[in-house]
């Protein structure tokens, strides 16, 4: 509400990602269970607030440069929002010139800051405007210190999310049973390689959606979900074992 307003923006488009370059490896990273509480969580807002599915229907990992280029056009100005660990980290991202020139930074404080990441700030905005002349601005509100992290791990230890996330949020991740830690993940991953975990874990991943496109019962779901996480776990495993 704070970049909306601030900015006067006509409108804002809330892209939830495919598969995050920065994570590859996410046991949590249900792109469709994150577009489904997005949905919720903007749903009934005052403002002009677009969801969009264009990174999890292009599929892979998800490019800023990419989205940026698919959304630009002459009569479009772009804002691009994001928090201090990005703004820190934007120089390593996949063609950070291209992102700088379609776009104008928005920076918004998620949490108060030490006098260290402040200089570290200072020394990310001048190096960006000196070496891609970016356009960055620091939005003015007061900083609300919660991160996804934290929520995943209140769901994991059984502790109210209230007011973390919208109730209607609240209510998918209790109903879809989202973040519960699975003792499954950990045993198969003791049994194979990291690369067969990513196939295997992906696998999981399409049973959990075809278990959706079939409208399967919660315990058929939960049975074709652990069949597809111990489908493989044989693979390095002698005859004996």
Not at 2 to 18: G, N, Q, R, S, V
Not at 28 to 55: G, W
Not at 163 to 176: F, M, T
Request: proline share 3%; charged share 35%; aromatic share 8%.
């Amino acid at each position: 509400n704070a970049f909306y307003d601030e900015m006067k923006l006509d409108e804002l488009i809330i892209i939830p990602t495919a598969v995050s370059p920065f994570k590859t490896d996410d046991v949590d990273n249900d792109p469709q269970e994150r577009l489904k509480m997005v949905n919720a969580a903007f749903e009934n807002s005052d403002r002009n607030i677009l969801v969009s599915d264009y990174e999890i229907e292009k599929g892979g990992k998800s490019y800023t440069y990419l989205t940026l280029e698919h959304f630009s056009s002459p009569e479009n100005e772009l804002y691009f929002l994001m928090g201090t660990d990005m703004l820190l980290s934007l120089g390593s991202w996949k063609n950070p010139d291209i992102i700088l020139k379609l776009a104008t930074v928005c920076h918004i404080r998620r949490e108060d800051v030490d006098s260290e990441t402040e200089k570290a700030i200072e020394e990310a905005r001048s190096r960006y405007e000196k070496e891609y002349n970016a356009k960055i601005i620091d939005l003015v509100s007061e900083p609300f210190e919660v991160s996804s992290t934290e929520i995943r791990n209140a769901v994991k230890e059984g502790k109210s999310i209230s007011g973390l996330v919208s109730p209607e949020v609240e209510e998918i991740i209790k109903k879809d049973k989202l973040y519960l830690s699975c003792p499954l993940y950990a045993a198969v991953r003791t049994l194979v390689k990291e690369k067969r975990w990513k196939h295997i874990f992906g696998t999981e991943q399409e049973a959990k959606s075809l278990s959706r496109i079939f409208d399967l019962s919660e315990t058929d779901s939960e049975r074709l979900r652990r069949a597809a996480l111990l489908h493989d776990i044989t693979k390095y495993l002698t005859r004996d074992e």
